[in-house]
């Protein structure tokens, strides 16, 4: 079973409006953290924003923002006034456990984001 | 400072000729994790170096891939008698320690593998 999965295949919004992208996510842990990635055309990951499971508020940095619902085990990026430069590759990812065996990243496949002017 | 560097950015080779890849990552990060980003297959966990040593390398694909990291810095990546499906862009992160749940991961900007 995927442990992260992003169905969105593509996205379009228009310029300053807000958009949301959908991730859900599959874990037995108790204590696990999500994480957003932009990946622009030019090809570096950009780290956005982190949830951690206990966290009791959603997260927010600046015009992004994390709609955490744990018990449907979805972690949605909200992005709000969309720009121009927010076209790009977003991924979602999840960090299992605490320990330092557990720390890889499992990314799910992707979501494109377009912003028409 | 410096971020996470890889070199080459591109790297072109035949079918069964072996690679390497250098990732520098930033300094003072103790932790390095090689990934593997292709068309098919989003991205993947390759290898989780902890220093000099490897806890967790069960993403590995075969055993034409291996990795070391020496003097907890510079990390090498490298794939011995390559496949065409190797074909990937290869990326490289680092982090403070690695053993903390919310450590962001810093990602250098990948080394683009063709095999022909």
């Known amino acids: 079973a995927q442990k992260i999965t992003q169905t969105q295949p593509g996205m379009f919004v228009q310029e300053k409006e807000a958009v949301t992208l959908d991730c859900t996510y599959d874990?037995?842990?108790?204590?696990?953290?999500l994480f957003w990635y932009k990946q622009p055309s030019s090809g570096e990951m950009i780290f956005l924003i982190y949830?951690?499971?206990?966290?009791?508020q959603n997260a927010t940095e600046g015009r992004y923002s994390l709609n955490f619902q744990k018990a449907r085990k979805s972690a949605n990026l909200v992005i709000s006034a969309s720009q121009l430069g927010d076209s790009a590759m977003y991924f979602c990812?999840?960090?299992?456990?605490?320990?330092?065996?557990?720390?890889?990243?499992?990314f799910g496949k992707g979501i494109t984001l377009s912003v028409r002017p | 400072g410096a971020g996470v560097s890889q070199s080459p950015s591109n790297k072109v080779t035949e079918k069964g000729k072996d690679v390497e890849l250098r990732c520098d990552p930033i300094?003072?990060?103790?932790?390095l994790y090689w990934y593997r980003q292709s068309l098919g297959q989003g991205l993947e966990f390759l290898i989780y170096?902890?220093?000099?040593?490897?806890?967790?390398k069960s993403g590995l694909p075969s055993d034409r891939f291996s990795a070391e990291r020496t003097g907890g810095s510079v990390s090498t990546l490298t794939i011995q008698r390559t496949q065409q499906e190797d074909s990937a862009v290869y990326l490289c992160?680092?982090?403070?320690?690695?053993?903390?749940?919310?450590?962001?991961?810093?990602f250098g900007p990948g080394t683009r593998l063709l095999v022909l």
């Open positions: 990812a999840m960090r299992e456990g605490s320990t330092g065996a557990n720390s890889k990243l499992t």
């Open positions: 170096f902890q220093g000099n040593s490897a806890p967790d």
């Open positions: 992160a680092s982090s403070p320690l690695g053993v903390v749940l919310q450590e962001t991961q810093y």
């Open positions: 949830q951690g499971s206990y966290d009791e």
């Open positions: 300094s003072g990060h103790t932790a």
């Open positions: 874990t037995s842990d108790q204590s696990y953290g």
